[in-house]
């Protein structure tokens, strides 16, 4: 009888039923069936009127979507049929029942019942619809796909309709009323995927950049915006949940396992520890990939940024997002070396020290400067700089920020500096604030090695000085290349190194080739015709003078009488003999300098011409080339080992590593800041920071701590055989009832006089 119960129930009880289906396919099948001809029935009349809740209907979906890989030839239209509905009728279904069509064709993709382009393609369009918990979900399932997809080989064709399907909701979105739309919303979520998928390095080529790029142009901001973070972030690969968290310990958890008892429960934890620990170490052996930054991948730079430019100039967006503009421009004018010639001028009108955001505004003038800009675009901007950032009417930070500005600027286009505005700058070296002193002493420096003929005598230092008769300034559009291969220069210093021959190495697969003979009989050249014999030597000096024996020149000055030559060394007309010595010592020493500086000249010579001989008379083999990148990174290592090694000549500049290419830090323009002093709050704040977790200061009178207990609150916790011959214990057994009322009263009203 109770058999037979259960069976009439198993049509409305669709939980008991679907159990017994994935335990029995075979035996349930007729009831199946009969759920599946109630479907067709009810999806009959749910078109009718698609914006009513139907809860059986709803059922009916879940119940099917669990049971369908039990029945795949009975169940092979249903997908389609839940695709079509939701096609059709997505904007008007109820919120509830579209979660659970969702859901149910998630449960199918999982199962692999369904395409991944179809299904896929009709999640975009669910995008439109105005319910963010459902956009959550089609976003999560959305990135897992495609990364799962693209997990063993990339599937080309796949990503290609999907990448295309993207561009098509952005340009969808462009004739948007505004951020509320539908189009709008949905294009905001498919950015918002391709962007996921780059930086989890799915989808990283050039086709996903230029797709992201097509944003940056959409008249909804909120879409313009993440896409000019995108590219103005690092784009660095975002480490799964996994891996952020700290790896189990091992050795615990094997000790814990031989000491405790066993279960079930303790074994699945250990067999999952073990099963993270070998994908870590799995993870670890695989190759290391590269995120190649996304300003790199651009089809067209210079078109994409006219087309900025223009947006920027013509656009009445707010502050932030136009600061995002320009230095976006900037950020790809310095990494592809472009020329936007319009964009300095703009800049130059916002170079204000009471202009909102101002250092960023020098960062971004900064980092679009670079040594193929016309010095006649750069230099009214440092020009401007230096009239209001740089006087006396400024504050010290301000001056500052203009000086390390002007700084930036100049060691990225050399030639816009003029001497006169360089030399009135360096005169701030011994200025009373640090910043501004230091800053000017940065300017210095930097053209010390770039150009010490703009700087006054005295600026210049002493290996300047030494360099002035060898220094030749730059030329605009001239590139400095010495014919220094760096490769070629470290195989060959290697091979001298080890005594090995550069010319010799490797000749073993190159038998069949013929070298030609460099002995070969030159042809008589220009004959040199020497000057004659005694050559005619004219004195142009005012001074006397007259050859020893040994043919050397001496010079006779006119001789003064006593009273005359003191006059003249008080004035400093003739040289004391203090400072001759002096100047005798300083010759030495620039001599000794001048050798040395020959001898390094020499060495370079020479490493460099065996490196041009290895150059031309050898063909490098894969080994070599493999042999020139581990002498390549063994350099860079030991160059970040040894910042300073003899050689360089020159401190290293400050490098950080989470710093995007062409990107200057905001710090490096501030300077060292002196920390301001505190106001009231601030000192509070930071008083009761410094109080926390440590117990209060003062007396302990009138508190309820004490050190320790007193006699008698050590005896209740006392076993009672040891205190059952104590006197009070005694009498307390022979207490009337009276009594003890009366000591319950006594102790009463003491508790209260305490409160």
């Not at 990339?154 to 009323?177: H, R």
């Not at 189009?183 to 989890?200: M, W």
């Not at 930054?293 to 967006?317: C, I, M, V, W």
């Not at 060898?470 to 060959?492: C, H, T, V, W």
């Amino acid at each position: 009888m109770g058999k037979r119960n259960r069976a009439a129930l198993l049509p409305t009880n669709l939980p008991q039923l679907q159990n017994l289906i994935k335990r029995d396919p075979l035996s349930y099948k007729e009831e199946f069936l009969q759920q599946l001809r109630h479907f067709e029935s009810s999806r009959a009349i749910f078109e009718l009127k698609p914006e009513e809740l139907s809860t059986d209907f709803q059922d009916l979906i879940n119940f099917l979507a669990q049971v369908s890989p039990c029945y795949p030839e009975e169940t092979k239209e249903f997908p389609d049929q839940i695709i079509a509905l939701l096609s059709k009728h997505y904007q008007i279904l109820n919120a509830e029942l579209r979660r659970t069509m969702v859901q149910a064709l998630v449960l199918l993709r999982n199962r692999e019942m369904i395409s991944s382009t179809s299904l896929l393609s009709l999640f975009f369009t669910l995008f439109r619809c105005r319910d963010k918990i459902l956009r959550d979900t089609l976003y999560n399932h959305i990135v897992n796909d495609i990364k799962v997809s693209n997990q063993k080989a990339k599937n080309n064709k796949m990503n290609k309709t999907l990448q295309g399907f993207m561009y098509t909701m952005l340009t969808s979105a462009e004739g948007a009323a505004g951020t509320g739309s539908e189009n709008a919303i949905a294009a905001k979520r498919s950015l918002d995927v391709c962007i996921e998928l780059y930086r989890k390095n799915v989808w990283n080529d050039a086709k996903t950049v230029n797709v992201i790029a097509h944003a940056c142009f959409s008249p909804v901001t909120k879409i313009m915006v993440t896409a000019l973070q995108f590219f103005l972030g690092n784009n660095e690969d975002d480490e799964d949940s996994e891996d952020e968290d700290e790896l189990p310990d091992l050795r615990s958890l094997q000790h814990k396992q031989t000491v405790t008892k066993k279960t079930k429960a303790k074994a699945k934890q250990m067999e999952k520890t073990l099963a993270t620990l070998k994908r870590k170490q799995k993870a670890k052996k695989k190759a290391e990939t590269f995120n190649f930054s996304a300003l790199h991948l651009l089809n067209d730079p210079q078109g994409f940024t006219e087309k900025l430019y223009n947006h920027l100039a013509t656009s009445r967006e707010r502050h932030e997002v136009q600061l995002m503009l320009m230095n976006l421009i900037s950020r790809i004018i310095g990494v592809h070396k472009l020329t936007i010639l319009a964009f300095y001028p703009y800049l130059q009108k916002r170079l204000q020290p009471t202009q909102k955001d101002v250092t960023q505004i020098i960062v971004v003038t900064a980092q679009s400067s670079h040594d193929l800009v016309p010095p006649d675009v750069i230099e009214p901007v440092i020009r401007t700089m230096a009239n209001n950032f740089v006087t006396e009417h400024c504050s010290a930070e301000v001056m500052a920020a203009g000086l390390n500005g002007i700084r930036e600027i100049s060691a990225r286009c050399p030639l816009a500096m003029d001497a006169t505005l360089l030399q009135d700058l360096t005169e701030y070296k011994n200025h009373r604030d640090k910043g501004v002193m230091m800053a000017s002493r940065s300017l210095i420096g930097l053209f010390r090695e770039i150009n010490p003929e703009l700087l006054k005598k005295k600026d210049r230092g002493r290996s300047a000085a030494m360099n002035m008769r060898d220094f030749k300034p730059s030329i605009y559009g001239e590139s400095r290349n010495d014919g220094d291969m760096e490769g070629i220069q470290l195989l060959a210093e290697n091979a001298g190194e080890n005594g090995e021959d550069a010319e010799g190495e490797g000749d073993e697969g190159w038998d069949e080739w013929e070298e030609a003979s460099e002995d070969e009989e030159e042809d008589e050249g220009w004959i040199d015709v020497s000057d004659d014999e005694n050559p005619l030597n004219i004195n142009l000096s005012d001074d006397e003078e007259s050859e020893d024996e040994n043919g050397n020149t001496k010079s006779k000055r006119k001789r003064l009488s006593v009273n005359k030559e003191r006059r003249l060394k008080k004035k400093g007309l003739l040289p004391k003999e203090d400072d001759d010595e002096e100047a005798e010592e300083t010759k030495e020493e620039d001599e000794e300098t001048k050798a040395k500086r020959q001898q390094m000249e020499a060495t370079r010579k020479e490493k460099l011409a065996a490196a041009q001989l290895l150059a031309t008379t050898k063909i490098l083999t894969p080994a070599d080339f493999a042999k020139i990148e581990a002498l390549k990174l063994a350099k860079q290592a030991d160059q970040k080992l040894n910042p300073t090694r003899a050689g360089s000549g020159k401190r290293p500049a400050p490098s950080d590593e989470n710093q995007a290419e062409g990107e200057i830090s905001i710090g490096s323009i501030i300077g060292p800041r002196k920390k301001a002093k505190q106001d009231y709050e601030q000192r509070m704040e930071s008083i009761n920071r410094g109080r926390e977790g440590r117990e209060k200061f003062g007396s302990r009178k009138g508190s309820n701590e004490r050190g320790s207990t007193t006699n008698k609150e050590k005896a209740k916790g006392k076993n009672f055989m040891m205190i059952a011959h104590k006197r009070e214990v005694r009498e307390k057994k022979k207490m009337s009832l009276r009594e003890k009322q009366m000591q319950l009263q006594a102790h009463i009203k003491k508790q209260k006089m305490r409160k």
